[in-house]
């Protein structure tokens, strides 16, 4: 048996350990998000554990994406099982705080036992070799990525990833380095083909020439987790079929979604020569205020821009209407463009700064949003006829 991190271990049909509640639950916690609540593979409900020397390795599956962990344990019987993964978790989870934890098997009981003081419970396992193990072969050598860093990347623009299943090579954030006047990024871009979000850092030493990879929304969700109790920094691996991020003892591998983003560039505005400054905070609960009558499908808001204010409307043949002024900086000539509310709202969460910079060229064309404060980060907004 090839065990998640490599390495072999000689297969018995026994397996003993003790471990302590919170090394358990932090490793559990860790892996079994990934499997899914129902499964009509049977073992893909299950969570292999590993035993061999001082370490318990946990691995879990759902045959797309794979991530590992371990913890110290005291090992008196080394082996190999599964037991179901959410029921193992719930039940670390309720055991007392400093509890230990014996976990251990044997052939003639086919059920794992775990005990911690007075408490005992059994589970149905599964054969640790029907286990499937996510190669990594193909990857790309470690990047030492900064932490902070990758997470704003994520967290600036997941929420354009698109959950239209018909357009699957939407349904990831598009991972890649690109080269901007001389100088190397690494720049991460999802789109839903409304409304588009891109973010870059200067790319980390030895990113050049990485292949460029649509990791899936849900991959990007668990690493973005995992994320939270990582270290200074994640090293990641690329191939043009996988991607591989590692947090300590803790690893994700996952398999990327086989198709070409489409060129975004095209999409974003360059000549936008209307431009507005205004109050981020005011103005989005603006929005959010007005957006409380919009009909639920559109969600339209109308923004009727003029020298030195907007007007907000919502108009409802059933609710009602709903009208807002706010106080920006425009010198320009007046128009009216509308967007969807919640596409607004969801820029305005992303900005860092007090203010957010609008670039307007016409009603039908594309708005760039830009945040001064970080100049590392684009929005793209498709408006709507109003």
Not at 68 to 91: K, N
Not at 359 to 384: E, N, Q
């Amino acid at each position: 048996m090839i065990l998640p991190g490599g390495g072999t271990l000689q297969l018995d049909r026994t397996m003993k350990l003790t471990i302590e509640r919170a090394a358990l639950l932090k490793a559990l916690g860790h892996v079994q998000s990934v499997v899914e609540r129902r499964n009509t593979i049977p073992i893909l409900s299950n969570i292999l554990l590993s035993a061999e020397r001082d370490q318990l390795s946990f691995s879990a599956t759902d045959l797309d994406m794979e991530i590992i962990d371990e913890g110290l344990a005291q090992i008196d019987i080394p082996g190999q099982i599964t037991a179901p993964a959410h029921t193992l978790y719930e039940i670390v989870r309720k055991l007392p705080d400093g509890a230990d934890v014996s976990l251990s098997f044997s052939g003639d009981d086919p059920r794992l036992v775990i005990q911690a003081g007075r408490s005992r419970f059994n589970l149905p396992v599964l054969p640790a070799g029907d286990f499937p193990v996510m190669s990594s072969d193909g990857l790309s050598s470690r990047i030492a990525v900064d932490t902070n860093e990758l997470i704003r990347l994520i967290d600036k623009t997941r929420f354009a990833i698109s959950t239209e299943e018909t357009r699957y090579y939407l349904n990831g954030l598009y991972l890649h380095t690109v080269n901007d006047g001389g100088e190397t990024k690494l720049r991460a871009v999802a789109t839903d083909g409304h409304r588009l979000a891109l973010a870059e850092m200067p790319a980390p030493e030895g990113a050049v020439g990485l292949p460029g990879v649509i990791v899936p929304r849900k991959t990007i969700a668990e690493a973005r987790r995992l994320m939270e109790s990582a270290g200074e920094t994640v090293d990641l691996q690329v191939s043009p079929q996988k991607v591989r991020f590692e947090f300590g003892a803790a690893a994700l591998t996952s398999k990327v979604i086989d198709g070409a983003f489409p060129d975004y560039m095209r999409v974003i505005p360059r000549d936008n020569a209307k431009i507005l400054t205004l109050d981020n905070d005011l103005f989005a609960k603006a929005v959010d205020r007005v957006a409380t009558i919009s009909a639920e499908k559109s969600r339209s808001v109308k923004l009727a821009v003029e020298p030195g204010r907007i007007t907000l409307t919502v108009r409802n043949m059933e609710a009602g209407q709903a009208v807002e002024e706010v106080e920006v900086d425009y010198d320009g000539e007046p128009f009216e463009i509308g967007f969807n509310a919640r596409y607004l709202l969801d820029v305005c969460g992303q900005i860092a700064g007090p203010q957010a910079e609008f670039r307007f060229a016409d009603p039908a064309s594309p708005t760039l949003v830009v945040d001064p404060v970080d100049p590392g980060v684009k929005y793209v907004l498709m408006p709507l006829r109003v």
